[in-house]
Structures are given as structure tokens and as C-alpha cells.
């Protein structure tokens, strides 16, 4: 699957299913984004079975804004609708594919109670 641009009316409901999204916050003007795009979307052709989502800040600066993206590239993760990984700066594609494996790697069920302590412990 190819990469797929996210907007205020796509992102909840992409990031918000089942399986893992991941989702590039970049700019146009961005160097270190226009280096990171061909690593982000030679990913996306690997693991078709994976939504790779890209939201331009420029576009799209209320969600931007809300998701709280202070430096681009940032790329965020989200398994079964939790973020799992946020991390600004480009990464280089052995660092995404350990992004990948690992959060493939997620036991979703101790990841759930760790956000609903979190959750509690917050009140």
C-alpha cells in the first residue's frame, strides 16, 4: 500500500482502527522531511498490511496544532488506536524498521492495562 495523506476528517478514524499507523507530520519546505519521504514510502510498499499516513502541517495546522507537533519530521505510531511511539527527526530505514518490529512486537493486552493504571492513577 502506498503512503496516504491524512486530514482532520481522515485522521480519528485512521488512527482510531484496528492494526498498526504510522503517520509522518511533515512540511514541504523540510529538508530532513523530503529526506525522510522515500524511506517512509519504501515502507510502505514492504508492509502493505500497514497504514502509512502522512499529514501535511502546512495543510493541516489545527491537527498539527492538537496532536502537539513542536518539530517535523515527527513520526507517530498507533497500534489498535493507542499511541504506541512519537519521535520527531528523520528517521533512517534500519531505525524504522526496528520502529516496525517493534511495536509489532507489542503485547496490546499489557499495553491496554498500562494505559487504563495511567489513566486511573491521573484522577
Request: proline share 5%; aromatic share 8%; charged share 20%.
Amino acid at each position: 500500500m502506498a503512503t496516504v495523506a491524512l486530514t482532520k476528517d481522515t485522521f480519528e478514524q485512521t488512527v482510531n482502527g484496528d492494526g498498526i499507523v504510522l503517520v509522518d507530520f511533515w512540511a514541504s519546505w523540510c529538508a530532513p522531511c523530503r529526506r525522510f519521504a522515500p524511506v517512509f514510502e519504501q515502507a510502505s510498499q514492504q508492509y502493505p498490511e500497514i497504514v502509512f499516513g502522512k499529514i501535511d502541517t502546512e495543510a493541516e495546522q489545527a491537527l498539527a496544532a492538537a496532536a502537539r507537533i513542536t518539530s517535523i519530521p515527527t513520526l507517530m505510531v498507533f497500534r489498535d488506536g493507542i499511541l504506541v511511539f512519537s519521535q520527531p527527526g528523520a528517521l533512517p530505514g534500519s531505525a524504522l524498521e526496528q520502529v516496525i518490529s517493534a511495536v509489532r512486537g507489542l503485547d496490546m493486552d499489557e499495553v491496554r492495562r498500562s494505559v487504563a493504571e495511567q489513566t486511573t492513577s491521573a484522577r
